[in-house]
């Protein structure tokens, strides 16, 4: 697959979106899947695509039971409404203190904040009740994809604060 992207690099390196990939393997029956994602270092991501024993998370699949996955983490999660994007992001014209977390799916978003003016508070801009409205008014200057990282935001309120108090300072913020 590197072979295949790096033949229309000029392609790859200017995506924005995911892949979903899906492989039926016949001489030991197992579905894999593997999202590879563009708008983050897809080269590092396929990199990280394995196939074996300790990958799959069910691997007593058979063609009735639940599909095998692939071991690299997915930064975009399928959702019944579209894509869901996790980050991290810093927008100062909705809060010039401190990052924020910003979750979308399809085009609808929310807002948390873990400092900053509204502390553990989860919100939509009055101005903008759809993601591309909030993309459109809204200037993103920093932002850190934390798809990945599967802390819950409500009960696992230090964790996200410090991610931001870590991002504040790097960026000096706040």
């Not at 999660?77 to 994007?85: M, P």
Request: glycine fraction near 6%.
């Amino acid at each position: 697959m590197r072979e295949a992207f790096d033949r229309v690099l000029e392609h790859a390196e200017t995506a924005t979106h995911s892949v979903h990939f899906a492989f039926c393997v016949l001489d030991q029956p197992m579905l894999v899947e593997f999202v590879l994602d563009f708008s983050a270092d897809w080269r590092d991501h396929l990199g990280r695509f394995r196939v074996g024993q300790s990958s799959p998370l069910r691997p007593t699949w058979t063609p009735k039971s639940a599909p095998l996955r692939a071991a690299a983490s997915r930064t975009i999660a399928r959702s019944y409404g579209g894509t869901q994007q996790k980050a991290l992001v810093y927008v100062p014209s909705i809060e010039p203190r401190s990052f924020i977390h910003l979750s979308t799916k399809g085009d609808s978003y929310a807002l948390r904040s873990f400092g900053g003016a509204r502390p553990r508070s989860r919100w939509v801009e009055s101005d903008c009740k759809t993601t591309t409205e909030l993309l459109a008014r809204h200037h993103i200057v920093h932002q850190m994809n934390v798809a990945g990282e599967r802390q819950n935001l409500v009960s696992e309120l230090a964790y996200w604060a410090a991610r931001v108090d870590e991002l504040n300072r790097k960026y000096g913020i706040g």
